[in-house]
């Protein structure tokens, strides 16, 4: 019954990302830019299908609701480390505080690295491709957020500032995440929303804007454990044959260890394969923890990430 629950609950936040969407403008899939600002950088998060827009703990709130920010406890900062396919790889610094009266302030920093890719220059004479060497092309996104709880409802914003370097080609814009959580009080249940990425053009193009609409529910199971269970749906502005399902679900054992599956579906992705599954485990310690996740990426490859994080 629990499950009807969030299924239903679901249906009707996607209902008002549907009508955030109608809302803007149809950028076209070919005019986005920055597409790296959407690559996944907590373990967690990845671990759970990208499902957690109406559940963010701590400094994952930054990418995926800023509203979790108002959850906040005491402060925290942390590393991590997603090694994407074909050599690309995501680095991530952050650091939060909780704020009296209910709230939460966040800092973050993301280097993408694009890995050396080959260039190539066309002979004149033979009209034939000749090896120009290679390039490192990189894009970093710094952020700052606040979330704010107000009775059972949690409201959050981001400011983020991007800029990207390929091949000596560089840009830059501003851009801003808003999203809420609502906890409704029934059964542990949890309704968030988060539209991403509005904000200037970089380099003449949109940012990747998009709604995330999402419930989550966490059951008590026995003594300390914890049992979660999320769902989400991701609407991208640019391309609806984008959008996306993600599921996911988080075994807590004693607060200590998190064991993690999940999967994510993108309406437009031929990937193939196991294309969409994830896994993961997360290992606390008092002050210290542990996260780790793998995704498949289907036929092209797979996501390892490692998160370390420090509550004091």
Not at 10 to 16: E, I, K, Q, R, V
Not at 58 to 85: C, I, K, T, V
Not at 119 to 136: F, R
Not at 173 to 200: K, R
Request: hydrophobic fraction near 40%; proline fraction near 4%.
């Amino acid at each position: 019954m629990k499950n009807v629950t969030i299924v239903l609950a679901l249906a009707a936040a996607c209902g008002l990302a549907g009508a955030l969407r109608a809302s803007q403008t149809d950028f076209g899939s070919a005019s986005v830019a920055a597409p790296w600002a959407t690559v996944p950088n907590s373990p967690r998060d990845t671990a759970m299908g990208g499902a957690l827009v109406a559940d963010p703990e701590g400094l994952e709130a930054l990418d995926a609701n800023p509203a979790g920010l108002a959850r906040m406890e005491g402060q925290q900062a942390s590393l991590a480390h997603n090694a994407w396919f074909q050599n690309m790889a995501l680095e991530t610094a952050r650091y939060g505080a909780a704020l009296p009266s209910d709230g939460g302030l966040g800092l973050g920093l993301n280097y993408f690295n694009f890995g050396s890719v080959d260039t190539y220059t066309v002979d004149p004479n033979t009209g034939m491709p000749v090896a120009g060497g290679t390039v490192n092309p990189y894009g970093i996104e710094a952020q700052a957020g606040y979330g704010q709880r107000v009775g059972s409802l949690s409201l959050g914003a981001s400011l983020k500032y991007l800029s990207q370097d390929l091949d000596g080609y560089t840009a830059s814009a501003w851009g801003g995440d808003l999203g809420a959580v609502w906890e409704t009080g029934f059964s542990g249940l949890n309704l968030g929303l988060a539209v991403q990425n509005l904000g200037s053009q970089l380099g003449g193009y949109a940012l990747p804007l998009q709604a995330q609409v999402g419930a989550a529910e966490q059951v008590a199971v026995r003594g300390s454990d914890q049992a979660t269970l999320a769902l989400s749906g991701t609407f991208p502005s640019a391309d609806s044959q984008a959008d996306g399902v993600g599921v996911g679900g988080e075994y807590l054992f004693s607060r200590a260890l998190a064991l993690r599956l999940g999967y994510k579906y993108e309406g437009n992705a031929q990937q193939g394969g196991s294309a969409g599954l994830s896994a993961g485990l997360g290992l606390h310690w008092r002050w210290a923890e542990v996260d780790y996740a793998f995704q498949s990426l289907g036929d092209l490859g797979n996501s390892n990430q490692i998160g370390l994080g420090a509550k004091f």
